[in-house]
């Protein structure tokens, strides 16, 4: 069964070798970079928090997301920063498994109100996979990134 682990000291050395196609680089942050950024979170209309995760199955490692939360954000409190299967594992589920998870625990808290993601617009198979999961574009970019939305409530 798959699972999410938060990123701690025991497991990031082995987060931070998961990697993507070399075509897919342009589409993502290193692990390592993510993990680095998600010590400090982000100043954007207030402060994320950035939270960090690493996909397992089983006891193997084969992905890795974060997202971040702005609670007193006045449009979404809640943003998917990084999402990644490593080339190995790809096409096995474990990227809509962390999309779910992801909603998952949103749903569960009253104060998200609706969830952003933002990607390169020739990303076709990201693409795919949010609007499967509810996510409408909005028709604004976030520098050369497409932003979608998904409202919870
Ligand atoms: C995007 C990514 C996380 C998807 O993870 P994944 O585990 O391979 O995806 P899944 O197996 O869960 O499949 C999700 C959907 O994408 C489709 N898909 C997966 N790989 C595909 C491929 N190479 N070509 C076409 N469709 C593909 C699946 O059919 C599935 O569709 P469905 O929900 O209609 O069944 C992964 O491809 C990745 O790490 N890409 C590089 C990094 C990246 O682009 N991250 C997103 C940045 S915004």
């Known amino acids: 069964m798959p699972e999410i682990r938060p990123v701690d000291k025991a497991n990031w050395r082995a987060l931070i070798k998961l990697d993507v196609h070399e075509a897919q680089k342009e589409f993502v942050a290193s692990n390592l970079y993510s993990i680095a950024e998600s010590q400090f979170g982000f100043d954007f209309e207030g402060h994320w928090d950035y939270l960090a995760f690493g996909i397992y199955d089983n006891d193997t490692p084969v992905g890795f997301l974060m997202y971040g939360l702005n609670l007193a954000h006045p449009a979404r409190q809640a943003f998917i920063t990084r999402l990644m299967v490593d080339e190995k594992f790809q096409g096995q589920g474990f990227g809509r498994f962390g999309m779910e998870k ?34 409408a574009e909005t028709g604004a970019m976030i520098g050369d990134e497409v932003l979608a939305v998904l409202k919870l409530r």
């Open 102 to 135: 992801m909603l998952e625990i949103f749903r569960t808290d009253a104060r998200v109100k609706e969830v952003g993601i933002s990607y390169e617009p020739e990303n076709d198979v990201a693409r795919k996979l949010y609007a499967n999961c509810g996510f």
